[in-house]
């Protein structure tokens, strides 16, 4: 008798259509995890240090004068130093676009700020940008800045400019710089 292994083609209908009686545990273990995940606390910080939540930090927009380009803003909470020395600090600017069309310009900061004097700035329009997000990181002991993120997309290798010429960026780094000092009033800077 020559005898020989046995072959998916040798086996017969019944056994190869047969399912293994454990079949559905496959499908019942994702459902598990899934259950499982949605019972385990929320903060897992107690059990895993220095795994926590990551929270974005408080908005504290602080406006400059504005310019004859446009108005700017720097967030204070936003004030990081990092190894080289340098600030790094989320900025909004806004171009001026006047409501008409013409040539007119933003009252200077003598006559006030937008922020302050609302009822003195032309309604926005439609057309109006909101502006534009930038990280700037500056140097406040050369007096150096640059973009080195706009929109939220990053500017690798941005040159440094100097601020002269540039009022706004010359304000933001002024004032972002002094509030970076240690002892500044709310020291924002972690």
Do not use: K
Not at 10 to 21: F, I, N, V
Not at 51 to 71: D, H, Q
Not at 87 to 92: C, N, P, T
Not at 133 to 152: F, K, P, T
């Amino acid at each position: 008798m020559n005898q020989r292994a046995l072959g998916p083609a040798d086996r017969s209908a019944g056994e190869a259509t047969r399912q293994r009686p454990w079949s559905w545990l496959s499908a019942l273990v994702p459902l598990a995890l899934l259950l499982l995940g949605l019972a385990l606390p929320a903060a897992p910080a107690a059990r895993w240090p220095g795994l926590g939540a990551a929270w974005a930090g408080p908005v504290e927009w602080r406006e400059v004068p504005a310019s004859a380009t446009g108005r700017q803003w720097w967030d204070a909470g936003s004030l990081r130093r990092n190894r080289r020395g340098t600030l790094s600090v989320l900025s909004r600017f806004q171009p001026l676009e006047p409501a008409d069309g013409g040539t007119e310009t933003m009252p200077t900061a003598a006559a006030g700020s937008p922020a302050t004097e609302p009822a003195r700035q032309p309604p926005r329009s439609p057309r109006q940008p909101l502006g534009t997000l930038v990280v700037m990181e500056l140097d406040c002991d050369l007096a150096l800045y640059r973009d080195i993120s706009v929109n939220g997309l990053p500017r690798f290798n941005a040159p440094w400019q100097p601020i002269d010429g540039d009022p706004l960026a010359t304000v933001t780094l002024r004032q972002a710089c002094a509030a970076a000092q240690p002892g500044a009033a709310s020291d924002p800077v972690g």
